[in-house]
């Protein structure tokens, strides 16, 4: 058995919101996870970078920077003034298809935001990434081919990530439940998404879920933005996501889950 690596990314934002919603804020916050088999990550490597290289020829061989640091980000494929353009359409069906076909297994917390009393950005972010590990843990615990992971998140800033990851640690050493999940190993490791393939990947995979959950939950909220576009992408994200094989107190555990704190 091998090594599974976590790769964390979120969508939208974790700061307050209005009712209605102005122009540049979010009603919900998308905490977003994919597994891939750590062994293979060179050959995951390289195949993404085809990929790119062949949808954005545009983006890649510009002088100064490398193909490997072009990002497409999941936002623009996602984001309504793009739902005509074909290429993105076909890249962004193409990329979470690279997911299941590379053994990717896909997780996420999303928080529908309180606009009246809105939790600190922190606590999200910390409440978000042990919803995450409690199901990544199981993951690994059913997987035949995994004994243990760790995470890599996309870093943001040093304050809050060290703060995420100091949490996470009084969590996993400091918590009843948290001291179960002895095949997560280390702390969160930050990472920059221009140096970090599975975290530009993620970072797609994050968009499709934000934009599906915020048509799902928010589409009738004032000021909301129409994601109808996204939809056809669903049955896609169900089938990355992780369903366990057996049950905890009597339920499923599935990789998806959102939190109303209206």
Not at 219 to 238: E, F
């Amino acid at each position: 058995m091998g090594t599974c690596v976590i790769y964390v990314d979120e969508a939208g934002s974790p700061y307050g919101h209005s009712f209605p919603i102005k122009s540049g804020e979010t009603p919900l916050f998308t905490m977003a996870a994919v597994a891939f088999p750590l062994w293979e990550w060179r050959a995951r490597d390289r195949a993404f970078l085809s990929l790119k290289r062949q949808f954005f020829p545009d983006c890649c061989g510009r002088a100064g920077i490398r193909d490997e640091e072009v990002e497409i980000k999941g936002r623009e494929l996602a984001a309504p003034h793009n739902k005509k353009n074909k290429r993105n359409h076909i890249f962004n069906q193409r990329v979470l298809s690279f997911i299941g076909q590379n053994s990717g297994c896909c997780f996420g917390t999303t928080f529908l935001k309180n606009p009246s009393n809105p939790a600190s950005p922190q606590s999200l972010y910390t409440q978000a990434l042990q919803i995450l590990v409690e199901r990544i843990s199981l993951f690994i615990t059913e997987h035949p081919g995994y004994s243990n992971a760790i995470v890599i998140c996309d870093s943001r800033m040093r304050g809050l990530d060290i703060g995420v990851a100091r949490s996470h640690m009084s969590y996993i050493f400091g918590h009843e439940t948290g001291r179960t999940f002895v095949n997560i190993l280390e702390a969160p490791m930050f990472c920059d998404s221009r140096l970090t393939v599975g975290l530009q990947i993620t970072d797609i995979f994050a968009s499709n879920l934000f934009a599906n959950h915020y048509h799902y939950h928010c589409r009738t909220i004032p000021g909301a933005i129409d994601y109808s576009h996204m939809q056809v992408y669903w049955k896609t994200l169900d089938k990355l996501e992780f369903k366990s094989k057996g049950t905890l107190d009597g339920y499923r555990i599935f990789g998806y889950r959102v939190i109303d704190q209206k």
